[in-house]
């Protein structure tokens, strides 16, 4: 018998088939000999330690194994020769691949197996003049205006509320009051010392102003169209009349804006110390957003300007991720599930449109990295998981789930990512 070694050629015939400019399917058939390697490799490595009623521990027979363990030799023999066959394929082909295969049609009857590999190609990128790109990083700058409205946002949560009893209710209010809501005539909801405050409300267009007018202890009926997004879809564009009964009147007090009011809100002892660390929150917060923007306008241009074809299978796998996380930032957002995966449908094609947009990014990326020699090393990478270990509400947890190789390399790429980034506004800076 020919004895094989993992470096032995398994495939016998591999034919190839263009499916689109970035995708092709390969037809393999694998080599009898292979197959039965691997086979009676299997069944000598279970030997010793294979059960089977009748006879004693490591004493079966190899015709017996062969019975009893015959799914499980099938299973050993497509998973190691699948394995094999890719990396050879590979470098049979001479293509470079942005994703493991995906494996279809396996046909395995006694010693021949065949099938087929859907592969994505990794385009051919003709990247524009990426260094020194003329991009202009946007200016920003802080109003004093916006300092005080702030301010005013603070001593609105400091406000108190004043109970007035002799004049009617004005706008700006905050009132108390029993309603009995009806939906087109039938009774639908009833509730107590209910707080409303008197401003125009989208949801409920015009019953703050009808409200307007009331004096304590009386009742009155409030009529309103309900509009097309109200939140319960039920009552959404029906008429909703609220027999209104006040209870209370509260006018709102704002504190006046002055020292001994910035040291009872806050760690500063005067106004001004206050209006300036705001005005430092303000220009941090704007100089990370212009950041932000500053590297979309990176993106923009680099994909504007870098044309290639993407597989459609890459793009619809980043489309699968980016439905998944929207759906669970509306969930924990507080929406139920079935709302959440409405909203996220609602938006399929702006999530499309992202994803081929972060897949092109990745791609430019990797081919920036690569004619750059930009790599992470080892030692970059364990300070990046010591920072994420260091920072995390759960060390242990987070420490445990960074040893994952797959993990890892995310993280890895993610580094690469930053990095490459950091070059292209090195360049531009410079300009």
């Not at 924990?332 to 599930?337: A, I, K, W």
Request: glycine share 2%; hydrophobic share 35%.
């Amino acid at each position: 018998m020919v004895t094989m070694t993992d470096e032995s050629p398994v495939i016998e015939k591999l034919k190839s088939k263009s499916i689109s400019k970035c995708e092709k399917e390969w037809d393999i058939t694998i080599v009898a000999r292979a197959i039965t390697e691997v086979r009676e490799h299997y069944f000598k490595s279970i030997a010793p330690k294979a059960q089977v009623d009748g006879f004693r521990k490591g004493k079966v027979p190899i015709a017996i194994l062969e019975q009893h363990f015959k799914d499980e030799a099938r299973s050993e023999v497509v998973h190691r020769l699948l394995s094999r066959s890719v990396r050879e394929a590979m470098e049979m082909e001479k293509e470079e691949i942005i994703h493991y295969p995906t494996v279809r049609d396996i046909q395995f009857e006694g010693d021949q197996l065949s099938f087929k590999l859907h592969i994505e190609l990794r385009p051919k990128i003709k990247l524009p003049r990426y260094q020194g790109l003329k991009i202009k990083r946007p200016e920003f700058t802080v109003t004093e205006e916006e300092v005080t409205q702030i301010i005013d946002r603070m001593r609105e949560r400091s406000a108190t509320f004043a109970v007035v009893s002799e004049r009617a209710t004005q706008m700006d209010d905050f009132v108390v009051a029993d309603y009995v809501l009806s939906i087109e005539g039938k009774e639908c909801e009833k509730k107590s010392d209910e707080i409303f405050e008197l401003k125009d409300e989208p949801m409920l267009p015009g019953f703050a102003k009808q409200v307007a007018g009331m004096k304590i202890g009386e009742t009155r009926t409030i009529t309103i169209d309900l509009p097309e997004s109200f939140p319960r879809s039920e009552w959404a564009k029906k008429q909703a009349a609220f027999k209104f009964i006040l209870k209370d009147i509260k006018e709102k007090k704002l504190p006046e804006a002055d020292d001994d009011w910035a040291a009872s809100v806050s760690s500063y002892k005067t106004l001004a110390e206050i209006r300036e660390h705001i005005r430092k929150d303000l220009h941090n917060m704007k100089e990370r957003e212009n950041e932000t923007a500053f590297e979309h306008s990176i993106l923009d241009e680099l994909i504007k300007q870098s044309k290639f074809d993407v597989p459609d299978s890459t793009v619809l796998r980043r489309v699968h991720y980016l439905t998944e996380q929207n759906v669970e930032h509306l969930v924990s957002g507080g929406h139920p599930q079935d709302k959440a995966e409405a909203l996220t449908k609602e938006k399929a094609e702006e999530l499309k449109k992202e994803a081929e947009r972060q897949v092109r990014v990745a791609l430019i990326f990797d081919e920036i990295a690569k004619l750059e020699s930009i790599t992470i090393s080892d030692e970059a990478l364990h300070k990046r998981i010591e920072e994420l270990v260091s920072s995390s509400r759960n060390p242990e947890e987070t420490a445990s789930r960074l040893k994952d190789e797959n993990r890892q390399d995310a993280l890895r790429d993610q580094l690469r990512y930053e990095k490459v980034f950091d070059f292209l506004k090195s360049g531009i800076a410079k300009n």
